[in-house]
C-alpha cells in the first residue's frame, strides 16, 4: 500500500475495458445519479417544509442550496467511490469495469477529482472527450489521459 491508500487492482498485465462496457457503465450511473438526485431532492424539498417537493424538483423552484447540496453528493458518487479506499461505482460494478491509475493501483483522491471535473467537460462539448476512447490506441478518454487513469476488466 502507497501513502494514498492506495490498492493494488491486478498484478500482471491489466486487460482494458471495452467500449461497450464502459457505455454501459456510463448509462447505469446516470440512472442511479438521477433516481438518487430526485430523491435526494425530494427528501430535502420535505425536510425543508415544501408542500409538495415533486413539483419543486421537476420546475427547478428549490433552493439554491438544495441543488448544491444535490451537485456535491453526486459528484461525491463519483470521487469516493472511484478514490484510494472503496472501488468502482454502481455503474462499473454491473459492468464489471474499474478505474485505475496507470500504475495499476485504485486512483488517488486528486485524480478521481480530477477525471470527474474532466468529464463534466467531456459530457457538455458534445461527448466529445468520451468520444476520444473510439480513436484512441489505448480506448482512453480525454478525462482518463488528463487523469492519468485507464478503464480495466475488474477481476
Known amino acids: 500500500m502507497g501513502d494514498g491508500g492506495e490498492r493494488p487492482v491486478k498484478s500482471g498485465a491489466m486487460s482494458r475495458a471495452p467500449i461497450r462496457s464502459r457505455i454501459f457503465a456510463w448509462f447505469m450511473d446516470a440512472l ?6 430526485v430523491v435526494f431532492e425530494l427528501v430535502l424539498g420535505g425536510l425543508s417544509g415544501m408542500a409538495n417537493p415533486i413539483f419543486s424538483v421537476a420546475g427547478l423552484s428549490m ?22 479506499r472503496l472501488g468502482p461505482t454502481l455503474g ?6 474499474r478505474v485505475v491509475s496507470e500504475s495499476g ?7 478521481s477529482v480530477l477525471r470527474f471535473l474532466v468529464s463534466i467537460v467531456s459530457t457538455m462539448v458534445i461527448f466529445l472527450g468520451y468520444a476520444m476512447a473510439l480513436v484512441d490506441p489505448q480506448g ?4 482518463d489521459r488528463i487523469a492519468k487513469t485507464i478503464v480495466v476488466k475488474a477481476q
Open 63 to 84: 433552493g439554491a442550496g438544495i441543488y448544491l447540496l444535490n451537485a456535491v453528493a453526486v459528484a461525491a458518487y463519483f470521487v469516493v467511490l472511484r478514490g484510494p
Open 140 to 143: 482512453r478518454t480525454l478525462h
Open 32 to 37: 442511479v445519479v438521477f433516481f438518487g438526485s
Open 105 to 111: 493501483v485504485q486512483p488517488a483522491y486528486q485524480q
Open 92 to 97: 462499473c460494478s454491473a459492468a464489471h469495469i
